[in-house]
């Protein structure tokens, strides 16, 4: 994952989410149930993750990441990742809500597609790094979609921030999508050419 710094993710914990809207239910740590907080090392305590009754898109639960500091170099993610064998083939999307406030890095949804092996190789990726979520924004809806090939083994999905600020995310749902929805994925939307073209730069 890569921003203006490289960040990292740790995983670190396998958990298990149906194809249907994602639920947030408040655990004792206050991070909804089967999710996990994450993100890199140096940034463990520079974040605060937590629920907010009814403070979500139309009212409904919402999560929010907050920083806790007044400069961070690094990122905090509320993350979990799954089994792929059910979506093996297909193309898959996460969206959800996000408002913000005062981002001065950047902020967005996130997903991977890993396959096999240690550590394993990325089959699928697209954080919104190029729309990211920055300054104070209200609620709007977005997505990323991406292919599940065959030999993925697992799927990453989760919500980050980088840098100082605050995000709000809820209304969060995991589907399988047909053929004509287009990823999302970047190195899918790098336009290909049968020959070099416009090398003096015209309009």
């Known amino acids: 994952m890569k921003s203006k710094k490289t960040f990292t993710l740790s995983i670190l914990a396998v958990l ?116 990211s979520i920055k300054g104070t924004t209200d609620w709007k809806k977005y997505d990323v979609v991406l292919n599940v090939p065959a030999g993925s083994n697992s799927i990453n999905i989760g919500v980050l921030m980088g840098g100082t600020g605050e995000i709000w995310t809820s209304n969060l749902k995991f589907e399988k999508v047909d053929k004509t929805v287009p990823t999302t994925d970047r190195k899918n939307n790098i336009e290909k050419h049968d020959k070099p073209v416009n090398l003096n730069f015209q309009k």
């Open 16 to 131: 298990i989410i149906s194809i249907t809207a994602l639920s947030f239910i408040i655990s004792k740590d206050n991070i909804p149930k089967g999710w996990i907080k994450a993100g890199t090392v140096a940034t463990r305590d520079s974040y605060e993750i937590g629920m907010q009754e009814k403070a979500g898109y139309n009212g409904a639960e919402a999560v929010y990441i907050k920083s806790l500091k007044d400069s961070i170099n690094g990122f905090s993610t509320l993350m979990q990742y799954f089994s792929a064998k059910d979506f093996l083939k297909q193309r898959v999307r996460f969206s959800g809500y996000i408002k913000s406030k005062d981002v001065a890095e950047w902020a967005g949804l996130w997903m991977r597609i890993d396959g096999k092996g240690n550590p394993p190789k990325t089959l699928g990726f697209d954080n919104m790094q190029n729309r």
